[in-house]
């Protein structure tokens, strides 16, 4: 009786140790996996950033043109009223126009300035994350084989200490 109980007991443990040890595995793939979605997020926030960094130029170009084309209204406007535009406030008002669509450029190069910063935040915070679960990635897949050496030994030494039970048992009733 105390043998087939030993070999179940090894079965056992041989049961345990693969459990232990896939289970290190299927934690080490998800965690390889979220590394790999943390990676892409990264990419993905560098291209924003990129991309915000462009609209901004972009939206701060048309701005300038915008600027001029008003500045221009302006005198036209003005000269087709008959009012001198080289003199009096005429190139105050063309000036002040200028001066705010200048501060309107600005305005916009900055706020796509510190939109594309977040995004590089976002995306050096992903690598971050996509470098932790790199790491646990690779300790799950130890720990797996860990358990699974643990539940080996573990396994053999109570099946050893039944066996010698059950020989000593034997041992006394057989004499």
Avoid: C, H
Wanted: charged share 15%.
């Amino acid at each position: 009786m105390g043998l087939p109980m030993a070999a179940v007991g090894l079965l056992g443990a041989g049961v345990s140790a693969f459990g232990q040890y896939e289970s290190g595995q299927a934690n080490s793939a998800a965690a390889a996996y979220q590394a790999q979605v943390a990676a892409n997020n990264a990419k993905i926030a560098m291209q924003n950033a990129t991309w915000e960094s462009q609209a901004g130029e972009t939206a701060s170009v048309n701005k300038g043109l915008q600027t001029r084309a008003a500045v221009g209204n302006e005198k036209a406007y003005g000269a087709a009223s008959g009012i001198d535009v080289n003199t009096g406030s005429a190139p105050a008002v063309r000036a002040g126009t200028e001066e705010m669509g200048l501060l309107d450029q600005l305005t916009i190069r900055s706020n796509a300035a510190k939109k594309a910063y977040g995004e590089e935040v976002t995306a050096t915070s992903d690598i971050a994350q996509s470098q932790l679960d790199t790491m646990q990635s690779k300790q799950a897949s130890i720990a797996g084989d860990i358990g699974a050496a643990g539940s080996l030994l573990s396994g053999a030494s109570t099946v050893g200490g039944q066996y010698l039970k059950w020989q000593n048992q034997f041992g006394t009733t057989g004499t």
